[in-house]
């Protein structure tokens, strides 16, 4: 098993830049695909951006692409989401997800079997 915690999320105007992290404890970290996912009252959980277990292959949402950035650091056992332009529409509670098979879209969050508690990312306009 992996344990996942979250960090990073604040206030932020439209425009401004956050990084969250993701610390993991437990199992090798290395094999884990890792994913960043958000989440709004009332809305499901949204894939925002995954990357494999090297860190070579990365994914994201077309409403984030050119914005986001993930990465991963296996000696630190982080992930990190660099967020950058942000806007309003950002503002949701992210979580960072961990699987460690990629047999369903790795867009797909049900896929996923270890979660973070979540870190709220708010963009005022």
């Known amino acids: 098993q992996v344990q996942l915690v979250e960090s990073g999320g604040g206030l932020v105007q439209a425009g401004g830049s956050l990084r969250l992290s993701c610390a993991a404890s437990g199992r090798t970290f290395s094999s884990y695909f890792m994913g960043w996912f958000r989440q709004t009252p009332g809305k499901e959980r949204e894939f925002v951006a995954a990357?494999?277990?090297?860190?070579?292959?990365?994914y994201y949402a077309d409403s984030v692409k050119g914005r986001f950035t993930i990465s991963r650091d296996n000696d630190e056992d982080a992930v990190y989401l660099q967020m950058n332009s942000l806007k309003p529409e950002d503002t949701a509670v992210y979580y960072c997800?961990?699987?460690?098979?990629?047999?369903?879209?790795?867009?797909?969050?049900?896929?996923?079997?270890?979660w973070g508690q979540g870190t709220q990312v708010t963009v005022s306009s």
């Open positions: 997800a961990a699987r460690e098979e990629v047999l369903t879209s790795y867009r797909d969050y049900e896929g996923y079997n270890y």
């Open positions: 990357i494999g277990w090297s860190g070579t292959s990365t």
